[in-house]
């Protein structure tokens, strides 16, 4: 939430969405519509007008016609956004009616954080688009898509890979066990993905700066003669570090 | 016909190991010349190269992975391209490793300049089986590519015309943005607007969205630049809310989405069509590093490294030496014999005897660069940085410290200046002050002088071996020492790349050889003359007016020594290096040694010359065996080893730790140290008999 939004109260954020949708409709409103679309007496309006335009969120003459400032119009396009959002939800995933579905959503559209709305777009999409819909992942994100884009060759890609997965679970008789393990502890040969990367500072930096980003896939190469730095591949070239620093990192052993 | 000649700047920007280096020789060919970055010294090699009407001016940037504030190179790099503001840069990519070169040529665009990116080594991705879309690829990533082949010199006359078009045309049509997410772009969005509100305000809107996105990645430097409180204020809120939304601090979130940009791209125009897990490399490490035969085939590498500069060497300092020879007989043979000329000695004794003396090693010190050349250039430095961390960590320093170390078994002045890859101070100052102990290649004439002079055939090259090998393992108890005392803290991380080993190009090992040959061969023209004639001077003034009631020829000229000013100076400190088996001429030489190490050889030759009948054409050698003892000449060259590195040194030391105290604390640590060390073997060898013929 921005600053902005904090100092609004409940029934100024409903004047600037209803001026928003009125004036996609026709270039500009007129106190009397929003009267109408409110449900409130004319002389409450233009007290709100004043107040709205004080604050430089809209333009407006007494008895003239109602336009949104740029800052008005920001305020308002993500108020109608959070609104649409939780309305499309509740439609969409939950299947509720759309008249109840449009008056939670007015209700709720003031309390809500723009991060709980983000999570709740991407959880939209999830549950319209992938078909893997049940398995949880196990990232702390909740349900959504890591991928960005949309398209259908990558999520049959992506089940294919999910279903392998199950097999060779079920084929090891490891049911639900994830082994988190980290980079130090694999041996040569083996591989993991990488989870998380511990540690702080510049070393964290370059070592993501070398290409070590959650996600990526490892394989342990070799030891050093001496039994330190550790020999490992990743995106197709050697990177050596020490053990130290392998211990920072987090990765789920891939079989 | 003189048309007004265009003139473009052009910069290469690159990871280490892209193949930058090749290909800025394959455009300039001849035409470059090394220089220092203004104050800060890292090294800026310039070239021209004519490309039809125009002249473009090519400047290798040093090679990085990234381009954040945390490290010297990548500072200097990017600082280049935002104030130099070159027409176009070439990115230089690894085609065969193409997310982390990319991650890099990214982040130039970023920039807001031309960029043109150069495919290298095209051909070995493609015989990797990798295909690329490069039409797409390119338009994904809004730029010109164009694959080139480094070591085969192709494809320059297409790289430099696309580099052109691009600089013709201003700025890269289509540069990507790249889209960081919602919430990273929402906080670019209000730093930006913090930006435009302040003096920071910027016309370029690329300017603005880097500087945006420095900030918020935590950059010291950008931040440094913006003073006003409130934007400082925006970024730390932003930080804030970006590490407690996206669970991680924005620089990392930049990073991943970066690589996520790549990933993408690469998915949709780059196709393997052969899984090749097992390259030639790899097959190669499983043998050169592996966990049995890893150290063994090193010390292997490294025996075999000295016994090529030495023993293979011979036969050329041999011809040298002959041709010298002839030259000093052919140059007295101008005056009658006899002749006490001023001008005879000078130019027999003084020039010829000193410079040459220093020139017949020359065959020994450009085999060494040779062998140094190509441990670089394959790739089997990285290794041995690789094997020698552990080693290196346990004296607390970092497997790279080997890498200058190693490089000061050519040159310490160099090595010095290559220990700017080092992060960390401390580690820096450590490696720097030690680096003289590693015995440097002008360290070997004075060791190809003595060795042959007292031990036997089948003793040389292990000779040679042991006196490396106890300057190594004292450079590694010294920097132990220092590292627990003055220079005490955490080491330094260890994250290195193992380039894939490439077969070095033999232009390129000229190229480097000829760089290093010809600093040495500068310093015996310039430093190394001045020396000689000075000490020429040194050792023949004052003379003696009159014949005194001597016996012989050799007594004469050895009273006439005495009298001069090295002589008095070599008497006067003879009592202080009494213990140490040295005489006053040993002395005298090791003060000429101060200005550079192998003035040693020189200078002795001068005084035996002088000490000696010069009728007879006896061999320095000779005249050394005749007059010292194996051990003795064990403790010069275990002196000569340790003491005070030489000028050039000094001066480059106080240079790069940019204090006299560091390069002062090195000149008299290590003369304190050398005469101790050397006292005690003299002394424990005398008395036990070792070496006393």
């Not at chain 2, 540069?175 to 990273?184: K, L, T, V």
Request: net charge positive; charged share 20%.
């Amino acid at each position: 939430m921005t600053d902005v939004d904090r100092v609004l109260s409940e029934s100024t954020e409903n004047y600037l969405e209803t001026i928003l949708l009125l004036v996609q409709k026709s270039p500009v409103a007129r106190a009397r519509d929003i009267a109408l679309r409110l449900k409130v007496n004319r002389s409450s309006v233009s007290g709100a007008l004043h107040d709205l335009s004080g604050r430089g969120l809209i333009n407006y003459e007494p008895y003239g016609f109602v336009t949104l400032t740029p800052e008005g119009t920001e305020i308002a396009t993500r108020i109608l956004r959070r609104h649409e959002a939780l309305r499309d939800f509740f439609v969409n995933v939950l299947g509720i009616d759309r008249a109840e579905a449009d008056e939670a959503a007015c209700r709720m559209e003031h309390g809500v954080s723009k991060a709980i709305i983000d999570r709740l777009l991407d959880l939209s999409t999830f549950m319209e688009t992938c078909p893997k819909v049940g398995e949880k992942q196990a990232r702390g994100d909740g349900y959504r898509c890591r991928e960005a884009a949309h398209s259908l060759e990558k999520c049959e890609l992506c089940v294919s890979r999910c279903l392998e997965n199950v097999k060779n679970r079920v084929g090891k008789g490891d049911s639900n066990k994830m082994s988190v393990t980290v980079l130090s502890e694999l041996k040569p040969g083996e591989k993991g993905r990488i989870e998380k990367l511990a540690g702080a500072g510049a070393i964290r930096r370059r070592i993501a700066d070398m290409g070590v980003i959650k996600g990526s896939l490892v394989e342990v190469i070799r030891v050093a003669p001496m039994g330190d730095p550790i020999d490992v591949k990743i995106r197709g070239y050697h990177l050596t570090l020490r053990k130290t620093e392998a211990a920072d990192i987090c990765v789920q052993k891939v079989v | 016909m003189s048309p007004a000649k265009e003139r473009f700047t052009m910069a290469l920007a690159g990871n280490p190991n892209s193949g930058k280096t090749t290909l800025f020789n394959c455009l300039t060919g001849a035409r470059q010349h090394v220089g220092n970055y203004a104050g800060v010294t890292v090294e800026k090699k310039e070239g021209t190269c004519i490309f039809g009407e125009v002249e473009i001016k090519v400047v290798d940037l040093p090679g990085t992975y990234s381009l954040t504030a945390y490290s010297v190179e990548e500072l200097v790099a990017r600082n280049f391209i935002i104030e130099e503001k070159p027409d176009v840069v070439v990115a230089v990519i690894d085609a065969s490793n193409l997310e982390r070169n990319l991650y890099l040529a990214l982040q130039v665009m970023e920039l807001g300049v031309p960029v043109v990116l150069a495919f290298n080594m095209s051909d070995l991705a493609r015989e990797r089986g990798v295909e690329f879309n490069l039409e797409l690829l390119s338009s994904l990533l809004g730029a010109p590519i164009v694959p080139t082949v480094g070591s085969k010199n192709t494809g320059m006359r297409e790289l430099l015309a696309a580099a052109l078009d691009t600089a013709r045309a201003g700025r890269t049509a289509r540069a990507p943005d790249i889209r960081y997410g919602q919430d990273i772009e929402q906080s670019l969005a209000r730093i930006g607007a913090c930006l435009d509100a302040s003096s920071h305000k910027s016309a370029d809107q690329r300017a603005r969205r880097w500087t945006a996105i420095k900030l918020l990645e935590n950059d010291a430097q950008v931040a440094a630049r913006v003073e006003a409180p409130e934007i400082h204020q925006v970024v730390a809120a932003e930080r804030a809310r970006i590490e407690t939304v996206l669970g991680d601090t924005a620089e990392m979130i930049v990073a991943d989405r970066r690589y996520g940009f790549i990933s993408g791209a690469c998915q949709e125009a780059v196709r393997s069509t052969v899984e090749s897990r097992h390259t030639m490399s790899d097959r190669i490490d499983d043998i050169v590093i592996h966990r049995v035969w890893g150290l063994p085939i090193f010390l292997g590498l490294m025996y075999l490294m000295f016994w090529l500069t030495f023993s293979a060497g011979a036969p050329f300092v041999d011809w040298l030496e002959g041709l010298f020879g002839w030259l000093r007989g052919a140059v007295s043979g101008l005056w009658p014999a006899g002749s006490e000329s001023i001008l005879k000695s000078l130019l027999v004794d003084g020039i010829l005897g000193g410079a040459g003396g220093v020139m017949v090693f020359l065959p020994n010190i450009m085999l060494l660069f040779l062998a140094i050349a190509i441990l670089e250039d394959s790739g089997y430095m990285a290794r041995a940085a690789f094997m020698m961390d552990r080693l290196m960590h346990m004296i607390g320093l970092h497997g790279k410290s080997f890498i200058p170390m190693l490089t000061g078994l050519g040159c310490s002045v160099p090595a010095i200046m290559a220990t700017r890859t080092l992060e960390n101070q401390r580690d820096r100052l450590t490696t720097m002050l030690v680096i003289p102990l590693v015995s440097c290649g002008a360290r070997l004439p004075i060791y190809a002088l003595i060795i042959p002079a007292f031990f036997p055939e089948a003793w040389r090259a292990p000779m040679l071996w042991i006196v490396y090998v106890i300057g190594i393992v004292l450079a590694i108890v010294c920097a132990k020492l220092l590292r627990s005392t003055l220079f005490k803290g955490a080491s330094v991380p260890f994250v290195m790349e193992l380039p894939p080993y490439r077969m070095p190009t033999v232009k390129g090992m000229l190229i480097h050889m000829w760089e290093r040959a010809g600093l040495y061969l500068k310093k015996a023209g310039t430093i190394i003359l001045g020396i000689s004639i000075v000490l020429w001077a040194l050792t023949s003034f004052p003379r003696m007016q009159t014949s005194g009631p001597h016996a012989s020829p050799e007594e004469r000229r050895a009273a006439e020594l005495s009298h001069t000013v090295a002589g008095r100076v070599g008497h006067a400190i003879e009592p202080f290096i009494k213990p140490l088996g040295f005489d006053w001429r040993i002395g005298t030489a090791m003060i000429g040694a101060l200005a550079a190490k192998e003035v040693f050889v020189a200078q002795m030759g001068i005084v035996y010359s002088v000490g000696a009948d010069g009728a007879k054409s006896e061999t320095l050698r000779e005249k050394l065996r005749a007059n010292y003892s194996p051990l003795v000449g064990f403790c010069v060259m275990l002196f000569m080893l340790i003491s005070a590195p030489c000028m050039a040194t000094i001066a480059v030391t106080k240079r790069e730790s940019n204090s006299w105290k560091w390069a002062l604390f090195q000149l008299f640590g290590l003369t304190v140290m050398a005469y101790l060390l050397t006292m005690l073997v003299f002394q424990a060898g005398s008395m036990l008999g070792i070496g006393v013929r």
